[in-house]
């Protein structure tokens, strides 16, 4: 099973929802980004959220469909994105890709950003994407990426206080049981060299952000 769950962030930033890569994904409605599906005409599995940022009208669009509504309270302890994900983990799906949850509000983001930690102990592939990027969560291990002409560039944050046993091979800048400290920048803007590069690394949790501009 493959699901992807769509957040309320600024259209301009998605990527074709109806791409043929997406063909074989089961989506989900996080508050506002229930009308984007439905805008895409595309029908999702479930919807979450208070609904608070839903026109009057938007909102009778949605009972119209008959969805199926989780609705919660405005106040409450998690974000309309983080029900959606909890949700959609619990149906372990082998990849949940997350779609309108960067731009905007930069709270939000990086609280989507944080959200990748749930995978971490699944056996589920989690990623943001949006037009330009899609961002993921290593941990500690060995992983043989194939080479993405849509994204030029590939960069690393330490997402712990520092990841030990860094090496990089096959991209532009290799490394070779580098310690990358939280804070640092040095693994910004790397560059695909041949069309499998590897990244190894034995502590810490890595992000990995693969770019297009």
């Known amino acids: 099973m493959k699901l992807a ?3 309320g962030g600024p259209e301009s930033l998605l990527p ?3 791409s043929p890569e997406y063909c074989d994904y089961q989506w989900i409605g996080a508050d506002h980004g229930t009308i984007v599906l439905m805008n895409n005409q595309i ?3 479930r919807a979450f959220g208070d609904f608070d940022s ?3 009208n938007e909102k ?3 009972a119209k469909l008959g969805l199926r509504l989780y609705k919660y309270p405005a106040e409450k302890d998690k974000t309309d994105l983080e029900l959606a994900l909890d949700w959609a983990l619990s149906q372990n ?3 949940c890709l997350l779609f309108g949850v960067t731009g905007g509000r930069q709270d939000h983001a990086l609280a989507s950003v944080q959200l990748l930690m749930k995978a971490v102990d699944l056996k589920t592939e989690l990623a943001i994407v949006d037009q330009k990027n899609c961002i993921t969560l290593l941990t500690p291990g060995a ?3 194939q080479k993405n002409p849509d994204y030029r560039y590939l960069s690393f944050l330490a997402f712990t206080e520092k990841v030990a046993g860094l090496t990089l091979s096959g991209v532009k800048y290799p490394l070779q049981e580098a310690v990358l400290p939280m804070g640092s920048s040095l693994c910004i803007s790397n560059e ?3 069309d499998i590069l590897a990244v190894t690394f034995s502590q810490g949790y890595l992000l990995m952000m693969r770019c297009s501009d």
């Open 16 to 18: 074709d929802l109806r």
């Open 60 to 62: 009778e669009d949605v």
């Open 54 to 56: 839903l026109s009057d």
């Open 192 to 194: 695909a060299e041949e």
């Open 143 to 145: 992983y043989h990426i």
């Open 43 to 45: 029908r999702p599995i």
């Open 5 to 7: 769950i769509v957040a």
């Open 93 to 95: 799906p082998e990849r």
